[in-house]
Antibody, heavy 120, light 105 residues
């Protein structure tokens, strides 16, 4: 069974930093591209970042480019999101999501999410 | 930037009704279109990709169609467990979700 478990969320002041982690199990992590997707309270999902299986390809949404950094450790079956210069509008539940192996970015499996609140 | 719209924003139907949700892209996206279901308090679930390919385990009452700019998600016979918000998502470049359609009974 595919399992994705996020951690690292919490309350942070504007301008602060946070590092999210996602522990993957139930599949060969190193064979799949991964993503971070967020959902602000009462809003629809918003894709944040993508990283390919080998880390050769990395993409970011314009809204986080230059502030967030995605990475992965295939030996530890883990995905990360380093979030710097956080803003109020970054407040959301952050989901780790495995990509469907197709051309393009489709979110096949989702974790339960971790809440990030940016507020003074 | 390519925008995704959905209509209606919400609907209420009866058990057994046929329900159709429309998604429109501001530019052509071929069939790079996925649909997700998000039940209240739950995580989004992938229903359909490539506009019409049903994900494994999804009931056959769900179907998708369309290409280019206009797409539809159809629930052939609405069930109580289908109460949810449905999102379309284009995925050729810079994945973008639609605003969602809330389905109630």
């Amino acid at each position: 069974e595919v399992q994705l478990v996020e951690s690292g969320g919490g309350l942070v002041e504007p301008g602060g930093s946070l590092r999210l982690s996602c522990a993957a199990s139930g599949f060969i992590f190193s064979s799949y591209s991964m993503n971070w997707v967020r959902q602000a309270p009462g809003k629809g999902p918003e894709w944040v970042s993508f990283i390919s299986d080998t880390t050769r390809s990395i993409y970011y949404a314009d809204s986080v480019k230059g502030r967030f950094t995605i990475s992965r450790d295939n030996a530890k079956n883990s995905l990360y999101l380093q979030m710097d210069s956080l803003r109020d509008e970054d407040t959301a539940v952050y989901y780790c999501a495995r990509s469907l192996p197709v051309n393009g970015i489709v979110f096949e499996y989702w974790g339960q999410g971790t809440l990030v609140t940016v507020s003074s | 930037d390519l925008q995704m719209t959905q209509s209606p924003s919400s609907l209420s139907a009866s058990v057994g009704d046929r329900v159709t949700i429309t998604c429109r892209a501001s530019q052509g996206i071929s069939t790079y279109l996925a649909w997700y279901q998000q039940k209240p308090g739950k995580v989004p679930k992938l229903l359909i990709h490539a506009a019409s390919t049903l994900q494994s385990g999804v009931p056959s009452r769900f179907s998708g169609s369309g290409s280019g700019t206009d797409f539809t998600l159809t629930i052939s016979s609405l069930q109580p467990e289908d109460v949810a918000t449905y999102y379309c998502q284009k995925y050729n470049i810079a994945p973008t979700f639609g605003p969602g359609t809330k389905v109630d009974i």
